[in-house]
Structures are given as C-alpha cells and as structure tokens.
C-alpha cells in the first residue's frame, strides 16, 4: 500500500479555539511584522531583490538573512490568510504573490537575487531563501487553485532542474566565510520532493545528488548531523538545533523518491533516518521540543535537554514539520504523538498569550524571560536585536498541524491529529467532509462527523500512545477494526454519520534527562505556574506591539515545589466550561500534594506539605514544569 499523502492546500480548515488563535495572530505579530522589521517588509523576493553593490556581494554579511525571514513569514502569514483570513488579506497575499511571481526572470527563477548577480554562479542562501518562497507559493496556489500561480512555480522548478546540477559544488563547498547557509540550503530537496512526487524522475535524480553533495561536504560540526556517517554513528546530535531537525527528514525524503529506481541506496538512506530517529529522543525535553540554545550540544558529548535549557522556537516547528514526514513515509514509532505534544505544548509555551509576539528561546522550567538573559529570552514581535527567524516560524506550525491533521491513503483517509478542524477529502470522484466537533485537548470527547461517505470509504481514526485503547462509538452496522495503532472504520456509511471517540486518560509521570518529573494527562504536559508581570522595553513605531521583559511578580514564591511519593496517584484533575481563548483561561487543571520550601513571612523555613495547582504549559509564560521529588 502507498503511503499515506497530505491533502492539498486549504482542504482543512480549523474552527474553535485553533481558528480563534489563528484569527488573534493575524491580529498580532504574524499581521505586523512588514510594517515594523525590515527583514520581513523588504519585499526582497519582488521590488527588493539584491544583486551587485548590495550586501550579496559579501557572503560574510549573510546575504541571504531576509530571504529566510520574509520567505518564512510569507509561507506563515498567509497560510493563516487562506485559513481564516479577510477579503482584504487574501487579496494582499495574492498581491504579494503575483508580485513575486511578475519580478521572476525569463528563465523562470524566483528568487531574492538579480539576473546579472546569478550569472556568477552559486549563491550561498540561493537554495535555502528560494525553498522558503517557492513553498508559500505552492501552497497559496493549490489553495486558490490560481493556474496562473502554479505554471509559475513549475517554471520556477523546471528552471532550478537545468540551472543546479551544475552548481551544486558551489553550494555545498567551501564558503568565503562560514555563514552557516550551507546546511540550509539542503532544504531545496523539499521543493523538489514536492515536485518529483508528481512523477518528475529528473528531479528525484536532482535530490538525491543534492543531498550526495551535502554529504560530501567539509561541514562544521554546527551543521553536519545528517550527513549518512553521523546519522549511523552512535555519538548523540549536538549542532544547531534547527539543522539538526530540518536535516533529519531529507534522507527519509530522498529515500521516498529513489526507492524503485535505486532500492539499495534507498535502503541505506532509509536505515540511517531510522538511526537518526531512534536517537532524537535522548535531546527532547518532556515537551517533545528539542534543546537548541543554539546547539543541541557539543562534540563528543551526551545530549543534555536539563528543563533549564532554551528551546528555539524555529527548531520546534521544524521539529514537526520532520515527525510527519517520518510518520508518513516510514510509519514512525511515536512521529503523531511527538508532532501533537509539540503543537498542544511546547509551540504554546513560546507564543505570547496575547499574540503579541514570542519568545525564540524558552525553557520548560522558567523564573524570568528578559532581554538581560540574552536577546533570545524575551517576547518580542520581531527579535531583530538577534534573528528575525524564530517568530515567522512561530507563525508556520499552526498551519502545519491543520494541513496534516487528516491524510488521505488508498482506502479513504485517516485522522490524524484530534482538534476543531473540517477537512474536504476527494475520493473515487466524491468529496467527503470530516469534522471534528471538540475542544480537544481541553475536552476528552472528539465528535467525528463524516458527510457524503460511500460504501467501501474506510476511515482510520489514531490511537494517541497515553491510550491503552481508543474507546468509540460508531453508526449502526459499521465494520470497526482495531489494531495496535488505531481503529478503522468501514461499512454503509449514512449520509451524515457521528463517530464518538473517548480521549480520557489517567495522570502519568514523564521523566526529565535529570530524573525530576513533570505531570502529564493525555496530550497536555502540566506546569506550576509562576505568576509574572510584564514590562515593555521598546515600543515599535506605528503599532501597539513591544519587547517585553517578564519578571516573577513575587520573588520570594519562585522556589520549584517538591512532589511527594504519593503525588501522582493522590493528583485530582478539574475540568471547567471551555473558554473563547482556554490557553489564556485554561479550564483543565490538576491538583496535588508537594512540599513548598518558599519561605513563609512568620517563619524562616519552608511552608511544608500543601496542595499545589497545575495548568497546562501552553499557558503560562514563567513555570516549573519539572519537579524535584523527595524519596519515599
């Protein structure tokens, strides 16, 4: 059986709080950044392109800095924009995109760079800044269905097929100065896998001898984890994050595309991506985020993911970008379970609750996000006083989770991801549509509706791995098969038909690198909440958006509570009436005993035994997540 395919773009749609949050973004930093960071409004795919006497002639300024931000907002902005947006967004995205598309050159390029600076040769950035824009447009024509758009970028591909094979020792060799772009750059075999899986075998050819090159190259240790020696090696990831997992799915990719024609080699891609996967747990946190503040680690020595460490918010939407691909071709032992806990927990943790922006690093366990900790640490709209690269990607992973929550497969489609969504799915010439009526994960019961079903549509429903069984209930005289991963159901489907599932699951221990512990229920990852106050430290011109400091409000209440033996089993889970924002107001909760060593005002020691409440880590921005235990 062929493996599972995403639907196009713009086939699911969120409703519910993800559609709320989507709309509160838009609102927020992902509808502002043009307007206030010159690295995301310089238009430099259109009306900004670089070519001679412009910092592109000096590799050592990293010419290619705006291409990564305005490419990555881009594809985030209007993604949102086609997922809830206005009239007047959706006509300024395809004004941005016709734009770029009427700025491409004779021979079909689109890209940052001029004509006559191309003519040079390799451009480092070329291919990285050019996977960022040609991926927006992919999406924003398949979800508009602009024929126009899309001849576009196919000429914008056929041109990269003549134009790189020739370059790619320019690529991948040695820079005039190490910018780091060359790991990057690797990310051009997604706009070729996208394209090859149409039936393209020159451009699987193109991948393969792009990821060849990559692995041949003389790479620091910054960026080479997924070079094939390092993936099979035991010795644990320790570059930059982002490289790090970005990196991790191309072998998988090229493997995919090769596979009939060259089954050896696609085999050996394929066992040294499984080699890769099997290590990735060891730098994961509790919230499935990967340690990157900016390295994952050092050479030599074991991943260290302590819940102090930062986690950058571009390595967490890559992160799970990767995981579905690792679900999709190779059937990835926990990939859903990791792209879920990432989204529902560390994606949350990051984002500023008012969409005011986000945090580039943060950590599970967190007393302060302020700019003196380093410029990566506190909220901002933009971080350009350190990258302008965290907070456009805080803007790609919503549509990421949306686009994937349903796939199609040979026998209909499967649910992927459980959360307010609507999904339109073609099959044997009829559109089916499959809607999740939930809050989920602020619910337990997710109502799946399927509309327009005809007999022989099967409907494969995943069984998160906190589940010892997917409890269900389904039509009369449905044919419901379970097996380790899931249920499918079949049969003669009604018209409109109501699968109820039951997500309940009991509070569960996950243990950090160090041995403390964080409280868990179903896809949720808990934290103490440490109340903060938050201060503004530069106000950006023509918008109401900040930098902003968080500080603890209470100095003396910031010691981390230790659990008892009893703690886990003792926990009470409280469920109140699901709000219009429950990330800002969130109605689970857990309770428990622990001992508070805050000091008391009319005492010198600790307070003692005492209940402590816990919410999800989505919703605060300072916490204790990992908790120190006491022995019994």
Known sequence: MASPSFLPAGSITPHGWIAAQA??????????????????????????????????????????????????????????VRLVGTDAERAEADRRMRDVVSAGADDGYLGMFDSELRETGAIPGDCWTQSRVLGALADWAAATGDAGLQDAWQR??????????????????????????????LQIVDVLAAAARRGDERLARLADAVYRHFD??????????????????????????????????????????????????AADLRAAAAAGWAKLGRALGVTGA??????????????????????????????ALTALHFARIADAEGALDLVERLWLNAAQAGRAKDAGGA????????????????????????????????VPNAGRILPIVVDASVVADDAGAQVWLYGPVEARVPWRGVEI??????AYPFE???????????????????RPSWLPELPMEAFAGATVTVDDDGVTVAGRWPE???????????????????????LARGPLVFAVDVPADVRSTRQYPGSDLADRDVVPRDPARVLAPYLLPDSVASTQVSVLEVTADPWAEPPVRLQTVAVDPNPRAESLGGSGRRTIDLVPIGSTTLRHTCLPSLPR
């Open 23 to 80: 709309r509160q973004n838009l609102d927020g930093f992902l509808g502002a950044m043009p307007g206030i960071c010159v690295e995301v409004g310089s238009e430099v795919f259109s009306h900004g392109r670089l070519g001679r006497g412009s910092a592109a002639e000096n590799v050592a300024a990293v010419p290619w800095w705006n291409g990564e931000s305005e490419g990555n907002w881009l594809w985030g902005w209007s993604a949102h």
């Open 216 to 265: 041949d190259a003389e790479l620091s240790w910054i960026e080479d984890d997924a070079q094939l020696d390092q993936l099979r090696e035991e010795p644990d990831f320790r570059g930059h994050g982002p490289h790090v997992v970005e990196n991790l799915r191309i072998p998988l990719r090229v493997a995919e595309l090769v596979g009939e024609t060259d089954p050896e080699r």
């Open 359 to 390: 945090a580039y690093f943060t950590a599970e366990n967190q007393v302060a996000a302020t700019a003196s900790m380093g410029p990566r640490w506190d909220l901002s709209p933009t971080h350009d006083d350190a990258a302008v690269c965290c």
């Open 496 to 518: 409109n038909a109501e699968l109820t599932l039951d997500l309940a699951a009991p509070v569960r221990a996950e243990r950090s690198v160090d041995g403390r512990t964080a």
């Open 290 to 319: 990967i340690r990157s503040d900016e390295a994952v680690g050092v050479p030599h020595e074991p991943a260290r993911p302590v819940p102090e460490a930062g986690q950058e918010y571009c390595a967490i939407t890559e992160l």
């Open 433 to 438: 549509r499959i809607r999740q009526e939930t």
């Open 156 to 185: 914008a591909v056929t041109e990269l097929a003549d134009r790189l094979p020739d370059q790619l020792g320019g690529v991948f060799g040695e820079p005039v100065a190490e910018s780091l772009v060359r790991g990057h750059d």
């Open 444 to 462: 337990d019961q997710v109502r799946v509706q399927v509309t327009g079903a005809p007999e022989g549509f099967a409907l494969r429903l995943r």
